[in-house]
């Protein structure tokens, strides 16, 4: 395996993002009991893991990991790292924790499970790093607070290129430059993968450029931005439907990302009058019935890709709008929420019953500013 | 901060009137007669049974419940009742632990039974209804429970069967006249007849409406005048909305989109507020008859949409972009 075999042992061998490292060496630097833990986000494959390992590995600090494969309600966590968290070891050893995939946190079995990172990061007498590809969703909302975010963005094929080129030769791997370039380019910043995928292609032979047709395209689960496209590009129902199946957020998520690009991809007025009819009739079956909700909204999205007009260049898809702007909203409102909570009760009516019904009254009558 | 301390003085001076004024006894409720009777008689044998109150806004539905809740402990009302607006809790959390919590608690009191008020419950969840339907069989020895919702066709059909249903009236002219009065007169306002009609016009059968523009208009001038009134009621109400229609109507949907999103998201309005002012801005808008006619149909089917439980955001958009469709290339 390559990517075992030349995993990074020190900060230095990490390929590319130089920003991350040194945002990261800085916050590890200045780390007290009581800091922040460091939210370590962007897509699978760029080195995450590997570079919080090296990190370790050069300070001579203890690992100790926790990933999604392992449990993660908020016992299990509180059982599994909550003790030895707040424990200073006797030894002078230090440790570093990492919880890894921490948006792979699963709303059911592993209930609480955020709130309870969030209290080891309260007790924590070690860094605790968390690792995550989508770190916006309303999920995550309350961890961001206690963390300092750093991005490591998807490699540059150019990066992935140069790094494979370096390993083929330690390896007397033969690979023709075109092969190299198209491996680069089918892993899509990916490291690991494009690394898996020269690995799997040399077996002892010359790479040559025809070769990198074998290679099986990636289903990018954890990549709501390519099953977005997928879905807008789907030529039928089930190929949308198995889009949103692999897609890593589930249908109601899916939603807010076709709504929030909806306008992005379709140009036509029928074509965006006809996407956004296609949600307002899904969005009816929303709280009642996922499947229905689910075949509606598609229905509609794949009638309306047929008859679109292709715009030249894809767009980049962004994260839903909606869930950020209702994030921003709240904080822009933050003074106006807290007294709408606490006139909530008084009023005898909702929070957002008192925004509606009563709160443009009350500038008027109250006469100071609310 | 104001306002804290004005609302929190419970009874004396209570600052704003439709708290001050909402009535405390069945005996004072407006109209509502073919309700009210039969819940007076449940509270005179002091066994009432599950209910579900269903109607519009602001015509006596919470007021009825707390009445209910006064009538039948008194002094004791407060540990005897929970008030839970389901719009603010709206998910199953809020049934497994508070609800259930509080619902299997024995009361001291002397009726027997203790009185959990759902409020706004047509936003409960689907989950959270279901979790709601055992409890309320459970532990209906110790708890009754009012459920109060604008539309019952969103309360689960388990709980419906499980409830004495009450549908409450939108209040007429003359209703609206004798709580404004009631206002009035304790108030020492001075208003003449034109103004009371306006303020009733605009309030729509909504009561709160009613105290809520009368209070704003006496904030500004003693003698209240029709003009007054409806110079007040245009500083309360959303005035994007004539400018995001007309963006529509020009084919600039993407610009006409970022306005809703601006007063959903930012400003804070609901989407019943939003498409009420569409009915009103129809008919300013430039147009021949036949397209007039079909927007307000448009805007109608949008409407029935929310009112339905869809999210306002996004009927809205759709709303949207079939009026883009009306527009001129």
Redesign the interface.
């Known amino acids: 395996m390559l990517v075992e075999k030349y995993k990074p042992k020190r900060v230095g061998d990490i390929v590319g993002h130089r920003e991350a490292v040194v945002k990261i060496s800085k916050w590890l630097g200045s780390w007290r009991r009581g800091g922040k833990a460091l939210l370590l986000h962007g897509p699978t494959g760029v080195g995450k893991t590997a570079l919080v390992h090296a990190l370790a590995a050069q300070r001579g600090d203890d690992l100790i990991e926790m990933n999604a494969s392992d449990y993660r309600s908020a016992k299990q966590i509180a059982e599994n790292i909550g003790r030895s968290v707040a424990q200073q070891s006797l030894m002078k050893r230090g440790k570093i924790f990492l919880i890894d995939e921490i948006d792979g946190l699963s709303g059911n079995s592993d209930r609480g499970g955020v709130a309870e990172v969030i209290k080891l990061i309260a007790k924590s007498a070690y860094p605790i790093v968390l690792t995550a590809n989508e770190p916006h969703g309303p999920k995550l909302r309350p961890l961001r607070k206690c963390c300092v975010s750093v991005e490591m963005k998807r490699l540059p094929d150019a990066d992935v290129e140069r790094h494979l080129a370096k390993i083929a030769a330690k390896e007397k791997i033969q690979i023709e430059p075109a092969a190299l370039r198209d491996i680069a380019r089918i892993s899509n910043g990916d490291l690991r993968a494009a690394l898996n995928d020269l690995g799997s292609l040399a077996c002892g032979r010359k790479i040559r450029a025809e070769d990198t047709a074998d290679l099986g395209l990636r289903e990018r689960s954890s990549d709501a931005r390519a099953a977005l496209e997928k879905i807008f590009t789907a030529s039928s129902i089930e190929e949308a439907r198995a889009a949103l199946e692999n897609a890593d957020v589930d249908a109601d998520e899916m939603f807010w990302w076709i709504?929030g690009n909806a306008?992005a991809e379709f140009a036509g007025?029928?074509d965006?009058?006809a996407v956004?009819?296609a949600?307002?009739a899904a969005?009816?079956f929303?709280?009642?019935n996922e499947s229905c909700m689910v075949d509606v909204m598609l229905s509609g999205i794949v009638a309306a890709a047929r008859s679109k007009r292709k715009r030249p260049v894809r767009p980049g898809y962004s994260y839903p709008?909606?869930i950020a702007?209702?994030a921003?909203?709240r904080f822009?409102?933050r003074d106006?929420e807290e007294?709408l909570?606490?006139?909530?009760?008084?009023?005898?009516?909702?929070?957002?019953?008192a925004?509606?019904?009563?709160?443009?009254?009350?500038?008027?009558?109250?006469?100071?500013p609310? | 901060?104001?306002?804290?301390a004005a609302?929190?003085a419970e009874g004396s001076d209570i600052a704003?009137w439709?708290?001050k004024y909402?009535p405390r006894t069945l005996g004072d409720v407006i109209n509502q007669r073919h309700a009210v009777e039969r819940i007076r008689a449940f509270v005179a044998a002091k066994n009432v049974p599950h209910m579900l109150f269903a109607g519009p806004?602001g015509v006596g539905k919470?007021t009825v419940a707390?009445a209910i809740g006064r009538d039948l402990y008194g002094k004791d009302m407060h540990g005897n009742v929970l008030?839970l607006?389901?719009?603010?809790e709206r998910g199953i959390d809020v049934v497994r632990n508070k609800v259930k919590d509080f619902a299997r608690t024995r009361t001291v009191s002397g009726i027997g039974y203790r009185l959990i008020i759902l409020?706004?419950a047509d936003?409960l969840?689907?989950d959270a209804q279901q979790a709601l339907r055992r409890t309320m069989e459970t532990y209906a020895a110790v708890s009754r429970f009012i459920l109060i919702c604008n539309w019952s066709s969103k309360i689960i059909e388990p709980i419906q069967s499980r409830c004495s249903v009450f549908r409450f009236r939108a209040l007429g002219r003359d209703d609206q006249l004798k709580f404004l009065e009631r206002i009035e007169k304790a108030e020492r306002l001075s208003m003449d007849a034109a103004a009371k009609d306006a303020i009733i016009h605009l309030a729509g059968g909504d009561l709160?409406?009613v105290a809520?523009?009368a209070?704003?208009a006496?904030?500004?001038k003693r003698k209240i005048t029709e003009d007054l009134v409806y110079d007040?009621a245009s500083?309360?109400?959303p005035v994007d909305v004539k400018v995001m229609m007309e963006l529509a109507l020009a084919?600039n949907?993407?610009a006409s989109?970022k306005k809703l999103?601006d007063m959903l998201?930012?400003q804070?309005?609901?989407g019943?507020?939003v498409i009420r002012e569409m009915h009103r801005q129809l008919d300013e808008v430039k147009a021949d008859e036949r397209t007039k006619a079909e927007l307000v149909s448009k805007v109608g089917e949008?409407e029935y949409?929310i009112s339905?439980?869809?999210?306002d955001?996004?009927?809205l958009?759709?709303?949207?972009?079939?009026i883009?469709?009306f527009?001129k290339h």
Request: net charge positive.
């Open positions: 709504e306008l007025h029928g965006v009058a956004f009819e949600l307002s969005d009816m929303r709280r009642r709008q909606h702007m209702l921003m909203a822009a409102r106006e007294m909570e606490q006139l909530s009760p008084q009023l005898h009516c909702s929070v957002e019953k925004r509606t019904e009563f709160l443009p009254y009350l500038r008027i009558f109250n006469r100071r609310v | 901060m104001l306002i804290m609302v929190q704003v439709a708290e909402r806004a919470t707390l008030e607006n389901a719009s603010n409020d706004e936003a969840t689907g709160r409406k809520n523009i209070q704003s006496a904030s500004a007040i500083r309360a109400k084919g949907f993407a989109r999103q998201l930012m804070g309005l609901s019943e507020d949008y949409r339905q439980g869809g999210n955001l996004v009927q958009e759709a709303l949207l972009a079939q883009m469709l527009a």
